[in-house]
T-cell receptor, first 111, second 114 residues
Framework: DAGVTQSPTHLIKTRGQQVTLRCSPK?????VSWYQQALGQGPQFIFQ???????QRGNFPDRFSGHQFPNYSSELNVNALLLGDSALYLCASSLVPGELFFGEGSRLTVL | GENVEQHPSTLSVQEGDSAVIKCTYS??????FPWYKQELGKRPQLIID?????GEKKDQRIAVTLNKTAKHFSLHITETQPEDSAVYFC?????????????FGAGTRLFVKA
C-alpha cells in the first residue's frame, strides 16, 4: 500500500501565477481533505471532497479551488498567488469520517 | 466558527519525566479527537485518538482524556524519551451531512532533554 502520495514535493512560483497540486489517496479511501500549514503553525482546513463534490470548506477565498476524480484522486488549484500562500500543502485521505491519513505534502514557495 | 486552542506552545522536559498537553474546542458537534505527532519535515502522524463516548484511552506510554462537558481534552506522555521530541497537534472533528471537518490546534513543540 503506497499510502497518500502528493506531487510535486517542492515548487517555486511568482506572485500572480497559478498552481495545481495533486494527491492520490490511500487505497480504498474515498474522501480527500486539503490543509495549508504555514511554518510553525497547525494545519488549516481548506476543503474536503467526497463523491467528486466539495462537501466542506474552511475560511479560504475562492482563489482556492479543487477537484476530485472518479478514481478518488484530487487536485488543489490556487490562482493569483500571493506571498502569503507560501506554505506546506497537505492532502489527507479518509475512509472513516475523522480519521485522516496525511501525505508528505507539497511545499510551495511564492516569490 | 470552530476553534481549537492548544497549550502550551512549547514544552521542555527531562528524559523520564511526564509531559501534558491541553486543548479546548468550541464546536459542540465535535465527536472525535485525534492527536498527531509531526517530526521536522515529515507528515503529521496519528498517535492516539478518542471518541466522544469515551472519557479516557491509553496506549502504552500515551494516554488521552476527554471532558465533553468542559470541552477539554488532554494528551499525557509518561516516561518521555528523546525520540518523543516533535510537534504535537490536537484536533477536533465534527460530522456533518455529506462530510466532516477536522480543526487542528496550533501545536506544541516538545523537547525531551537527555
Amino acid at each position: 500500500d503506497a499510502g497518500v502520495t502528493q506531487s510535486p514535493t517542492h515548487l517555486i512560483k511568482t506572485r500572480g501565477q497559478q498552481v495545481t497540486l495533486r494527491c492520490s489517496p490511500k487505497s480504498g479511501h474515498d474522501t480527500v481533505s486539503w490543509y495549508q500549514q504555514a511554518l510553525g503553525q497547525g494545519p488549516q482546513f481548506i476543503f474536503q471532497y467526497y463523491e467528486e463534490e466539495e462537501r466542506q470548506r474552511g475560511n479560504f477565498p475562492d482563489r482556492f479551488s479543487g477537484h476530485q476524480f472518479p478514481n478518488y484522486s484530487s487536485e488543489l488549484n490556487v490562482n493569483a498567488l500571493l506571498l502569503g500562500d507560501s506554505a506546506l500543502y497537505l492532502c489527507a485521505s479518509s475512509l472513516v469520517p475523522g480519521e485522516l491519513f496525511f501525505g508528505e505534502g507539497s511545499r510551495l514557495t511564492v516569490l | 466558527g470552530e476553534n481549537v486552542e492548544q497549550h502550551p506552545s512549547t514544552l521542555s522536559v527531562q528524559e523520564g519525566d511526564s509531559a501534558v498537553i491541553k486543548c479546548t474546542y468550541s464546536d459542540s458537534a465535535s465527536n472525535y479527537f485525534p492527536w498527531y505527532k509531526q517530526e521536522l519535515g515529515k507528515r503529521p502522524q496519528l498517535i492516539i485518538d478518542i471518541r466522544s463516548n469515551v472519557g479516557e484511552k491509553k496506549d502504552q506510554r500515551i494516554a488521552v482524556t476527554l471532558n465533553k462537558t468542559a470541552k477539554h481534552f488532554s494528551l499525557h506522555i509518561t516516561e518521555t524519551q528523546p525520540e518523543d521530541s516533535a510537534v504535537y497537534f490536537c484536533a477536533a472533528s465534527s460530522l456533518y451531512t455529506g462530510g466532516f471537518k477536522t480543526i487542528f490546534g496550533a501545536g506544541t513543540r516538545l523537547f525531551v532533554k537527555a
